[in-house]
């Protein structure tokens, strides 16, 4: 059993580094154009938060045998640090101060909580208060691909969900679930069962509409994952550049 719960705990880890490195793509983007042009910085933030979290939860003091919980999620934590930084150096003043803002008070949050439960807390009670945090905010990062299903089901394609993306979102909350039902620690298995079944629900809605050619409509997909739609206009160009949500949460 302690085999089988670490072998999920490594392949956790495998799957969760490519989610937190699929952003590269968008930031390689943002340095080469010096702007952060129509992209949100909050899904990174707050991503930041969640790594916090958990990477605290998994510590040996909080919850035990959860340290392969502390490694993805402390890595996860400095890569989401540089996307913010990266982020708030292009960003416009206005959104710059609004990021800033933002980012301070995810490390207000993430400093309550570790100061209250290691000082105030102990045993059980420091595990449940450390993992009801980790645990909200881990199911609001699962939830976030829900904007993006909604367009697919929309526009019945899935141009604005690639493949991979959503195969290891669910391989990757597959393997933190099993890990969870292993380690019998409900703070990994229920945020993780949620996103393994949001996950699943996404590679169906693959399967069911990728045959779709696009329709004869102009899509346009902003950052914050809404759609404007309008009759396409004789010789115009459809959009190339999709900007995707932010989806990468352990």
């Not at 510590?59 to 990266?86: C, H």
């Not at 990062?141 to 969900?161: C, D, G, H, N, Q």
Request: charged share 10%; proline share 4%.
């Amino acid at each position: 059993m302690e085999v089988l719960h670490f072998i999920f705990g490594v392949f956790g880890n495998a799957t969760a580094l490519f989610l937190f490195l699929a952003p590269t793509i968008t930031f390689t983007r943002i340095i080469r154009s010096k702007s952060t042009e129509q992209f949100s910085g909050i899904p990174y933030v707050m991503t930041l938060l969640n790594c916090l979290l958990s990477a605290w939860y998994g510590l040996p003091f909080v919850s035990k045998n959860n340290l392969l919980v502390s490694t993805i999620n402390g890595t996860g934590a400095g890569i989401e640090t540089i996307y913010v930084l990266i982020f708030i150096f292009y960003a416009p003043q206005t959104e710059k101060a609004r990021i800033l803002g933002l980012f301070a008070c995810v490390l207000t949050v993430f400093s309550a909580v570790a100061l209250i439960s290691l000082f105030a807390l102990h045993g059980n009670g420091r595990k449940l208060f450390c993992g009801l945090a980790a645990t909200i905010f881990s199911i609001i990062m699962y939830a976030s691909p829900l904007s993006i299903m909604r367009l697919v089901i929309k526009t019945k394609s899935v141009e604005f969900m690639p493949f991979f993306l959503s195969l290891f979102v669910f391989l990757c909350g597959t393997s933190w679930f099993v890990y969870g039902l292993l380690g019998r620690d409900a703070f990994v298995a229920i945020p993780n069962g949620f996103g393994c079944g949001l996950g699943f629900m996404q590679l169906i809605l693959y399967s069911i509409y990728r045959n779709n050619k696009r329709s004869g409509e102009a899509k346009k997909l902003t950052a914050n994952g809404t759609v404007e739609m309008g009759a396409e206009k004789p010789h115009q160009e459809k959009p190339t550049n999709a900007k995707l949500p932010h989806l990468e949460h352990v």
